[in-house]
T-cell receptor, first 113, second 113 residues
């Protein structure tokens, strides 16, 4: 099992450019999440999907959109990148929400210049 | 508002000595509590969780955590530290019925040989 995979690993964008971060899990999990990690701030939830076909906003959704393409895949899109979106992005999945532990991907390091 | 505090940014301990990484939380109800570890350039890995029951929870790699409801704390402990335990540790809380985790800002543990 690969677990949770993310592409790309690294990306540099210019302000105003768009891109999509891809995430896939092979554990048949229902719930998937996108976080960003910034120094000194821990991880903050951007969006989550409690089950296939549903998505909801987290703590910091502004400037992002998501798509739960199927049970396996959950993508994060930046429509018009800003320097404030420079961060490390992690995708995670869990069997269900709440008491179930989350499994994290290796992360995408994004720099917006 | 939900919050998780890890009061120490950095903890240093000698190899073989016991270690403690502190976590306190402010969440309504009876939350689920988690510890995760992050090694350099990697995603977070689940260590242990408290859902209900015994206040002392055992997890991966010899770690354990003690839940204290009156002090709203969930400190991570290990009886004998290894150099390989050096990493960034995150405490996280999932309020009952919530869809996501709230993370602390992380504590960097360094085990000195």
């Amino acid at each position: 099992n690969a677990g949770v995979t993310q592409t790309p690993k690294f990306q540099v964008l210019k302000t105003g450019q768009s891109m999509t971060l891809q995430c896939a899990q092979d554990m048949n999990h229902n719930s998937m999440y996108w976080y960003r990690q910034d120094p000194g701030m821990g991880l903050r939830l951007i969006y989550y999907s409690a089950s296939e076909g549903t998505t909801d906003k987290g703590e910091v959704p502004n400037g992002y959109n998501v798509s739960r393409l199927n049970k396996r895949e959950f993508s994060l899109r930046l429509e018009s990148a800003a320097p404030s979106q420079t961060s490390v992005y992690f995708c995670a999945s869990s069997e269900e929400r709440g008491s179930y532990e989350q499994y994290f991907g290796p992360g995408t390091r994004l720099t917006v210049t | 508002a939900q919050s998780v505090a890890q009061p120490e940014d950095q903890v240093n301990v000698a190899e073989g000595n016991p270690l403690t990484v502190k976590c306190t939380y402010s969440v309504s109800g009876n939350p689920y509590l988690f510890w995760y570890v992050q090694y350099p350039n990697r995603g977070l890995q689940f260590l242990l969780k408290y859902i209900t029951g015994d206040n002392l929870v055992k997890g991966s790699y010899g770690f354990e955590a003690e839940f204290n409801k009156s002090q709203t704390s969930f400190h991570l402990k290990k009886p004998s530290a290894l150099v390989s335990d050096s990493a960034l540790y995150f405490c996280a809380v999932s309020p009952t019925g919530a869809n996501n985790l709230f993370f602390g800002t992380g504590t960097r543990l360094t085990v000195i040989p």
